[in-house]
């Protein structure tokens, strides 16, 4: 009975809700903001279909779009490719495959699901040059038959960690999320970051060690203990099992199924017991944020409708002239970075260094032993294990040397930031108290405590076509020094490779830490100046629309002020709802 009565005061509850995002919807229209008509409607339909979105969220080449393949059983999305910047991916059910791509302005297309890549891949569409604002894909798949999204986002700190305007739109629609992990490396401080910041939003969090099949027992457990404790210590709450999988595996039908009919179990469940709740939460939050978005915008204009005209444009005199005087001091701050960059270039050289004075005699200890173990008899066969064990050994010492020098360079960087940010929140707070009403609602403030805005593209060069060179002379050379009892020559060789590796993939370490600074650098000047640049177009939008209203004469204004006052109080009465 009680049951039934829930029911159905969820159904009303949602009903309700509907009806205001479309009364939300009228009022935008009437206000002239377009995209909070399109956002209203389009969060109407996906609570009448009862869609909820899922977003998989993990560092490039973690695996994300392979799991969400293996879920879906079906290789419908791309994988390997460097993704572009903040351009989700939503995974929907439908009859058939199919999928279309949104353009900046909300136009559609249809495309072939084949075609993906042309849209989500750097290499085909680079820096986002085709103006792609969003990719819908449907899949006839039953997981996804009772309303279930999923959410395949770009590698990390893009999606969430970024501040593109496609970010800050779709962040808010996220209703669950998959955080998919893996053991090389663990989870990673810029993960943590993107946990915390989904984690404040929504509750249900399924966490995924994906490529179990690449590590062993004591591997995983000390990755799953690991992260366990990160993430609850940065949620504050606990995340529940970590499940083991191989989404690849899955794929093809191979290996053991360790912890994937649970990870089902997990997603069904999800879909059974929270789904309709998720589909309301996200209806009363998204009313909740176009209704604040609806009331700034009816106050800006009425503000610049009882203001003269001339005091707007004298005011937006001000705000130019002090933005461009901003922008100088971001040009004169761009120097300082400039130098605590070179500080920190140097820095990263003097500790390369010291790592390759520390590293090179321990690494060809290990060699010696390892080589003491190989057979000499047959001299390529030597050359292959010996090369391969200077690979593993290199790699060995240069990947944890990563991890510490990111950690390192992590905590330089926040230092110059915390620097840099200061300044420009002086300027932010200057003119939100100077200039910027209080109803604008204008950010006072940047987050100072963000770290690197670029993720980490280092990747281990094996140099194979030097350690399995394919010259016949080389081989047949080979089986002369066995022969001949020469195999210190090979050995010597392997000894060269070994040093080879230490020294390239630590320059490659140092050179990856100093585009980090770099391009984060340049993330950061972006967002500095957007925020700066915000201001101005709040005071230049409300000022074209008084002008509209003021050449109509003071009786026109007096009725759109009256119409504002309406709409304003028609706002705040659905805080109701």
Request: charged share 30%; proline share 4%.
């Amino acid at each position: 009975m009680n049951t039934n009565i829930e029911l159905r005061e969820a159904v009303a509850e949602q009903i309700s809700t509907e009806m205001t995002l479309n009364r939300l919807a009228e009022l935008a229209k009437e206000l002239g903001s377009d995209h909070v008509v399109e956002d209203a409607r389009s969060l109407v339909e996906r609570m009448a279909e009862g869609r909820f979105y899922v977003a998989c969220i993990g560092q490039f080449k973690r695996g994300k779009s392979t799991l969400l393949g293996a879920l879906l059983g079906d290789r419908v999305l791309p994988t390997g490719v460097l993704p572009i910047t903040a351009v989700p991916t939503v995974v929907r059910y439908g009859s058939s495959r199919a999928a279309r791509v949104r353009f900046r302005g909300g136009k559609w297309a249809d495309i072939a699901p084949e075609e993906l890549t042309e849209y989500v891949s750097e290499e085909h569409n680079p820096e986002n040059s085709k103006g792609v604002a969003g990719i819908e894909v449907f899949v006839p798949s039953s997981l996804l038959a009772d309303g279930m999204c999923f959410v395949d986002t770009p590698g990390l700190g893009s999606m969430f960690a970024g501040n593109t305007a496609a970010t800050q739109a779709f962040v808010p629609h996220i209703d669950a999320g998959i955080v998919v992990v893996g053991a090389d490396p663990p989870i990673t401080a810029e993960e943590l970051a993107i946990v915390e910041e989904v984690g404040k939003r929504i509750q249900d969090l399924v966490v995924v060690l994906n490529k179990a099949d690449k590590n062993s027992d004591k591997e995983r457990e000390l990755v799953k203990s690991f992260t366990t404790a990160a993430v609850e210590k940065r949620l504050r709450r606990p995340i529940g099992p970590i499940y083991e999988v191989s989404a690849e595996e899955r794929l093809q039908k191979r290996g053991p199924e360790r912890d994937w009919p649970n990870l089902i179990l997990a997603l069904e469940t999800l879909v059974r017991e929270s789904g309709r709740n998720l589909v309301r939460t996200a209806g009363k939050r998204g009313l909740h944020r176009l209704r604040e978005e609806l009331l700034v915008i009816a106050m800006e204009e009425r503000e610049a409708l009882v203001r003269p005209i001339k005091e707007s444009e004298r005011r937006i005199e001000r705000l130019r002239k002090t933005i461009s005087q901003a922008e100088q001091s971001l040009r004169d701050m761009g120097y300082l970075f400039m130098a605590e960059q070179q500080h920190l270039s140097d820095m990263f050289l003097d500790q390369r260094k010291r790592f390759l004075q520390a590293a090179c005699p321990n690494a060809e200890a290990e060699f010696s032993e390892e080589r003491k173990q190989l057979s000499r008899r047959f001299g390529p066969r030597f050359r292959r294990r010996a090369l391969r064990a200077a690979q593993v050994i290199a790699e060995r010492h240069v990947l944890p040397w990563l991890e510490d020098e990111q950690a390192r360079a992590d905590q330089e960087y926040r230092r110059v930031e915390s620097r840099f940010v200061g300044i420009a929140n002086d300027f932010l707070k200057n003119l939100s108290e100077a200039e910027v009403p209080e109803f604008a609602r204008m950010p006072t403030s940047l987050d100072s405590d963000k770290g690197f805005r670029s993720p980490s593209r280092f990747t281990f060069e094996h140099l194979l076509r030097v350690s399995l060179p394919a010259s016949p002379l080389r081989y047949i050379a080979d089986v002369v020094l066995a022969a001949v009892g020469a195999s210190f020559v090979i050995e010597r060789d392997a000894q060269e490779f070994l040093e080879h590796l230490l020294d390239m993939n630590s320059a490659r370490v140092q050179s990856d830490v100093v585009n980090r600074v770099q391009e984060s650098r340049d993330k950061l000047e972006v967002e500095i100046r957007n925020l700066l640049h915000e201001v101005t177009r709040i005071a230049e939008r409300a000022l074209d629309h008084a002008r509209v209203a003021k050449a109509e004469g003071s009786s026109a204004v007096e009725r759109r002020v009256c119409q504002l006052n309406a709409v304003e109080e028609e706002l705040r009465s659905m805080m109701a709802v």
